[in-house]
């Protein structure tokens, strides 16, 4: 099952977003249909947040109240996304099940009075969730209005208590065989953490000093098994009574414990969420990046963007606005780049409640406002977009993303705090961003031979299945880059003997790590061809490589920072600190072009992006995104599908969707 069936049933893409009436009243209601009609809202994500309503006590549902909401709908041509509410359970739930709260490292137990208060591997909990999951199917499964299923709300919790223990034991006993096998996997002879019976071993909770890292890891990845498991329970009830499609909506970078490639295998549609934490153009970067992600967990076939803001998001220590304009180039940098449609978070804006400064569709001033009116604007775009349904998006670089990495970045005692994952996923997305070239992620175990250039920006951790595959990559005629720190433990957490990175990759790049030297705060190294390099350097050898730039200062001096090798058909290079960023971007265009990538829409100035979207019989639209306050003439101008006419130029900030070109 695919995005096919709910662009089928639409009629073309998705517009609206999360629709909660149980917050208004009739008048309201009325309001709703003539605004929704009026900003062209074909979708409604309903439910997510409904459990008290609809399980107003444990066992007795209370389906009437949504019955009608979803008759209304219906009646006013908005399809249903309809959502089970278990990412919040209501008061009775905690009152009769104290056991299924969550509890923190630290041994506190949660309560009710937010939200995801809950423990997942919490049986009450599970069977909850079951419940009214497979009540919800049971009703609405086959009900003409239903486009698709939304299982949760952004699985993102962590739990410590003694289900997670006991789960957390089972899990470990499948993973490690035995008890000596673990033991030794952690490496408990140091420290004196050996384990003699199973029900010693514990979650990583509250400890005096550094938690074990293969325990902090293995957690972790049963943590995500665990989130999959009670996902996955939540769609088999749905689908025992319906053939909708099932997705949960993710929540990308860095927010969701789990591990989003295993997830989005089990769903028939990926969709996630998307709120930028910076402005301007740093916001239209932090699209791009979340929706090839997303496209990539898809393994590149359309997806679905579920929640964005109209205006205002959460970020640090204020609410964003957005800009005019930056509502309708964010929505469609994601449908540039695969999104079937562009929802929101939410409908209307709350009067009351936890998120009454959270912006909506409808702000708090009602429709007689530049938000609305911007709304309505989008609807009629995205309305404008419907041939490109099922048509998708190719990339010819690959940056390397694996969540075992990213968690090995996050145990305690790294030799420097400045090994910081994502922050290396995104910088190296950016620089090929801005480079103007199609990024896919992938994962350094998958087949990789389709791109033409691979980024490993911080694989700590690397398996060697995953260093044979990445040398098999260059051997078969790929040019790859690996950053530094890479390969310096295995799956275990164990630190590899003999340097690093691991072997298969050392041929590959024709290097041996020897010795890492972090770097302070404001430190610098200064490098042979002016560029110099922060956080991080190392003293590597030459095993074949040629040294391209060396240090040129300290123990480190005429040592290698970056290597260029020829390893069977392909080229490995080694960068063995982090480039200033006018150095990071001139590496990146020379392997660039040394790879033979070009731009997905030459010509094009700085601040303004190209994306194709293709469909198999040939057909091609490119997006091109103005994010600079110039107008900007088109270097191909062509039919534009938002103003249906020829355009030649882009007005400061606008945007054109031309088809055939
Ligand atoms: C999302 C969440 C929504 C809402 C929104 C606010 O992550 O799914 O329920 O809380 O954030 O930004």
């Known amino acids: 099952m695919t995005t096919r069936s709910i662009t089928d049933r639409l009629g073309g893409l998705a517009f609206g977003g999360d629709y909660n009436p149980e917050q208004w009243d009739e008048a309201v209601w009325k309001e709703d249909d003539e605004l929704m009609r009026r900003a062209r809202v074909n979708l409604a994500t309903v439910g997510v947040f409904s459990w008290a309503l609809l399980e107003p006590e444990e066992g007795r549902y209370e389906f009437g109240w949504l019955d009608a909401h979803i008759e209304r709908l219906h009646a006013n041509g908005v399809a249903l996304d309809l959502a089970t509410p278990t990412a919040s359970p209501p008061p009775w739930f905690t009152l009769a099940h104290p056991d299924a709260l969550p509890v923190t490292p630290e041994g506190t137990r949660l309560v009710h009075g937010s939200r995801d208060t809950y423990c997942l591997a919490a049986p009450a909990y599970r069977r909850a969730a079951r419940r009214i999951a497979a009540a919800l199917a049971e009703r609405y499964g086959d009900h003409p209005a239903l486009a698709m299923w939304h299982v949760h709300n952004e699985y993102a919790t962590l739990c410590h208590c003694d289900h997670t223990a006991a789960g957390f034991r089972v899990w470990l006993r499948a993973r490690h065989g035995s008890l000596d096998a673990l033991n030794e996997a952690w490496g408990t002879a140091f420290w004196s953490q050996r384990y003699s019976s199973w029900e010693q071993v514990l979650p990583p909770r509250a400890t005096q000093w550094h938690k074990n890292p293969g325990q902090a890891v293995d957690f972790r990845r049963y943590w995500s098994d665990e989130v999959i498991a009670s996902c996955c329970e939540q769609r088999d009830a749905i689908r025992a009574h319906s053939d909708r499609p099932v997705t949960t909506n993710l929540m990308l970078p860095a927010y969701q414990h789990v591990d989003l490639w295993a997830i989005a295998r089990e769903l028939d549609v990926v969709s996630s969420d998307q709120y930028p934490t910076s402005p301007g153009l740093g916001a239209a970067a932090d699209v791009a990046v979340h929706a090839d992600r997303t496209r990539s967990l898809a393994g590149g076939r359309p997806w679905l963007l579920m929640e964005q803001g109209t205006n205002t998001v959460y970020a640090g220590d204020r609410v964003l606005g957005k800009e005019p304009g930056e509502m309708l180039r964010h929505s469609l940098g994601h449908i540039a780049r695969g999104s079937e449609g562009a929802l929101f978070f939410q409908w209307r804006q709350s009067r009351a409640g936890a998120e009454t400064w959270h912006s909506a569709m409808v702000p708090h001033a009602g429709p007689e406002s530049r938000i609305f009116r911007e709304v309505t604007q989008l609807g009629a775009a995205v309305g404008r977009l419907g041939e490109l349904a099922g048509s998708t998006v190719s990339a010819s670089v690959a940056v390397l993303d694996d969540p075992d990495a990213w968690w090995a970045l996050g145990v305690d005692g790294l030799p420097s705090a400045r090994l910081d994952y994502h922050g290396a996923l995104l910088r190296a997305h950016r620089t090929l961003w801005e480079a103007g070239v199609g990024v896919d992620f992938a994962h350094p175990e998958q087949e990789l031979g389709g791109y033409s250039l691979v980024v490993a920006p911080a694989l700590f951790l690397l398996t060697d299945r995953g260093a044979q595959n ?60 002016g560029s110099h390099g922060t956080d991080w350097s190392e003293r590597v050898h030459t095993e074949g490589a040629q040294a391209v730039v060396t240090y040129t200062h300290g123990m480190l001096a005429e040592g290698p920072a970056l290597t260029r090798h020829r390893s069977g058909d392909g080229q490995g290079w080694y960068l063995s600190t982090r480039l200033d960023d006018t150095a990071y971007a001139a590496l990146m265009a020379r392997l660039l072009a040394e790879a033979g990538v070009e731009p997905e829409v030459p010509g094009l100035p700085a601040g303004v992006e190209g994306v194709v979207r293709r469909a198999a019989d040939g057909r091609r639209w490119t997006f091109v995104l103005n ?35």
């Open 470 to 529: 990445l040398r098999r990559y260059v051997a078969g005629g790929g040019t790859l880059l690996v950053q530094h720190a890479t390969g310096l433990v295995d799956e275990r957490l164990q630190a590899r003997p003999g340097g690093w990175p691991p072997k298969p990759l050392r041929e590959a790049l024709g290097v041996r790590g020897e010795e890492y030297r972090p770097l302070a705060q404001e430190e610098l190294v200064t490098l042979s061809d």
């Open 627 to 661: 994010h600079t306050d110039e107008a900007v003439p088109l270097p191909d101008p062509g039919h534009d599908l938002l103003t249906d006419a020829v355009a030649h130029e882009l007005p400061p900030g606008g945007c054109v969707v031309l088809r055939g070109h």
